[in-house]
């Protein structure tokens, strides 16, 4: 046998190896049911942030869900809580897959600059979360279709409840306070405030067409069952009251007295998004090797199968 069909031979022996190995890994990989040592790092240094984020925002002294929701779009649209201190909106981006955090594919994303409605309301939840502030993640629809023909999907969907989620194309937050409840659209950092009122969501801060909110949705986000349809409108009073806190909170940031102390939480966790980030690309490009030996297999079984 010649030196080179020897190097060919090898080569091949070592492909087959690491395609049976690979194989094998497809078989037992699942992060639902047991994190691999890659998605628990994640867990734990994002734990150590979302701690950070909770001191900041003691330190500035809030504690609402107005202006915790606030607090956490700033932090996002303004770079804080990204490596490269900067965010973009991004559409189309691929999660990881069968996290075993729920939320955690999405939240982490925020890490990395990038961001879409998905990742901002998990980001946003798991903040007010850690805030042990009471909110939910809610199914809505962003159009500008005629509000009666809006009206007749949510009527239609009551007796199709499975199918909700068909013209549901955007998510913002809910939020439970003591004495009123409201929904919030981080998605620009200017936070839209929105209050509940005959099955739709209309803004108080902007002028925009009401969106329909689909509350058998719900079990595709959170775990208990809430009926956003029968949320209650705000009152004068607590349009003013979240108005108040959203200037408080926007003055806080603006004071040229606490620059020293985001550019001080960001060195602090600056590191934390590396970590996080580095072991996101792992994880990403192990699932895209595992997607693509999927489909190969499928490939050799159907032309077998032929």
């Known amino acids: 046998m010649s030196q080179a069909s020897v190097f ?9 190896k690491e395609e049976v190995l690979l194989t094998k890994e497809c078989l037992v990989y699942n992060p639902e049911k047991k994190s691999t040592a890659d998605h628990l790092e994640i867990i734990e240094n994002n734990h150590i942030v979302m701690e950070h984020v909770q001191e900041l925002a003691q330190f500035f002294g809030f504690s609402t869900g107005t202006e915790i929701a606030y607090f956490a779009a700033i932090l996002i649209h303004s770079g804080y809580l990204s490596e490269g201190s900067s965010f973009q909106y991004k559409k189309g981006i691929q999660d990881l897959k069968n996290f075993f955090s729920p939320f955690m594919s999405e939240e982490i ?7 879409s409605c998905r990742h901002i309301a998990a980001m946003e939840k798991a903040v007010l979360n850690q805030m042990k502030i009471k909110n939910s993640i809610v199914s809505t629809a962003f159009t500008d279709a005629d509000p009666s023909i809006q009206w007749m999907w949510l009527f239609l969907y009551q007796f199709h409840k499975n199918h909700s989620s068909s013209k549901a194309n955007h998510v913002i ?8 409840s409201f929904f919030v659209d981080a998605t620009n950092e200017y936070l839209n405030v929105l209050e509940g009122k005959d099955q739709f969501v209309h803004s108080c801060v902007f002028n925009t067409v009401p969106m329909p909110l689909f509350s058998y949705d719900y079990f595709v986000f959170n775990d208990e069952f809430v009926d956003f349809r029968q949320v209650q409108p705000l009152t004068v009073f607590q349009k003013e009251d979240i108005h108040e806190k959203l200037s408080h909170v926007r003055s806080v940031f603006l004071s040229s007295s606490n620059d020293g102390v985001l550019r001080g939480f960001f060195a602090q966790n600056r590191g934390y998004y590396h970590k996080i980030n580095q072991v996101h690309q792992r994880i990403e490009e192990k699932e895209q090797r595992m997607d693509e030996l999927i489909k190969s297999l499928k490939k050799k079984n159907n032309s077998c199968q032929l």
């Open 8 to 16: 060919s031979f090898k080569e091949k022996w070592r492909e087959l």
């Open 109 to 115: 994303e925020i890490f990395r600059g990038t961001g």
């Open 173 to 180: 937050n809910y939020i439970e306070e003591e004495n009123y």
